[in-house]
């Protein structure tokens, strides 16, 4: 049994058993917006020995955190923050993006008339729409908005930017019999995008953080991870084209629960750090094994966390 199990690299960063530990090959910042409503943290995993200890790919992961509802839901500036959850979404993108692309290419980013050239981005939404706390990859590619189909029908001159647009809901292997790296390798094939953005839906150790929290990585994904079931990872090394995967997490282990509940128990009665973990050791089974816990209205809560990741994702296509 994972007692730790998270998708979220604030969460492994966090897991260190003291909070200003440093941890070599990782950097980790914090910064707080919207009066504190609103955090970002950005965990720089910088070498393979930060990879190790994190036991997360090398590279940057930005997480941003608003899991106070009383903090903004009953608030006269729920648009306000709303906006300021999108622009930073937004901007996370465009700095990515802006370090992804390789450098023998940036020279030629102007025609000879001076005008950006085009630029192909591919949008994937992971997940099976028909399991609600895993419909959010597909939630989101149904406001994506896409305009691929109009730039091969009447040219590049429509674009109000230099970015074209495309987006694809893949489906899972039960629903199609084919992994979603086979489908995308054909895709990319075919396509030839810049950059593709993976949405999906992950899985956390903290019930506060479920629909309220967004990671943004430029390390790719490994759909299924969070809850034990490994794909192909769809990273730049496996699709050869930077890929930013964001995510949500929607649901947690219950064994994270449990030994969590029963953690806080045995600490105020005194146990120590090591009998406490010899006892959740010893009693590890397959009780909770394959068991995730989501909230009751996890319908309500992926629309709305799925309209303000497509929103910033659409800001990003519109600059």
């Not at 608003?66 to 999108?86: G, L, N, R, W």
């Not at 593709?196 to 990585?217: E, F, K, N």
């Not at 794909?231 to 969590?260: C, F, L, Q, W, Y």
């Amino acid at each position: 049994m994972e007692l730790n199990r998270t998708d979220l690299a604030i969460e492994t960063r966090e897991s260190f058993p003291e909070d200003n530990v440093e941890i070599e090959g990782v950097v980790l910042n914090d910064k707080l917006l919207q009066k504190g409503r609103i955090r970002v943290s950005t965990v720089n995993i910088l070498n393979e020995k930060g990879a190790e200890l994190m036991g997360k790919p090398a590279g940057n992961y930005v997480t941003i955190e608003f899991t106070d509802k009383s903090m903004y839901m009953d608030d006269k500036d729920t648009k306000k923050f709303e906006d300021k959850v999108i622009k930073e979404i937004c901007d996370i993108i465009t700095d990515m993006t802006n370090s992804g692309r390789k450098t023998d290419t940036e020279p030629a980013a102007e025609d000879n008339k001076g005008e950006k050239k085009t630029e192909t981005y591919m949008a994937v939404g992971l997940g099976n729409r028909f399991a609600t706390p895993d419909a959010l990859g597909p939630v989101v590619m149904e406001k994506i908005m896409v305009n691929r189909h109009m730039v091969c029908e009447f040219g590049s001159e429509i674009l109000g930017n230099n970015k074209v647009v495309c987006a694809i809901t893949p489906g899972v292997m039960a629903q199609t019999g084919m992994d979603t790296y086979e489908v995308l390798c054909g895709l990319v094939e075919n396509i030839k995008p810049d950059f593709i953005l993976a949405i999906d839906a992950l899985a956390s150790r903290s019930i506060g953080r479920l629909c309220r929290t967004i990671q943004i990585t430029d390390t790719g994904i490994s759909p299924g991870a969070g809850i034990g079931n490994n794909r192909h990872k769809i990273n730049e090394e496996t699709m050869n084209v930077p890929v930013i995967a964001i995510g949500v997490p929607t649901v947690v282990d219950a064994a994270v629960i449990v030994s969590g509940c029963m953690e806080e128990t045995l600490s105020k009665q005194g146990f120590s750090d090591n009998e406490i973990q010899i006892f959740l050791e010893s009693i590890a089974g397959n009780s909770t094994k394959n068991l995730f816990v989501t909230p009751k209205d996890i319908d309500e809560q992926v629309r709305w966390i799925g309209k303000l990741v497509s929103r910033g994702i659409n800001s990003f296509f519109e600059n």
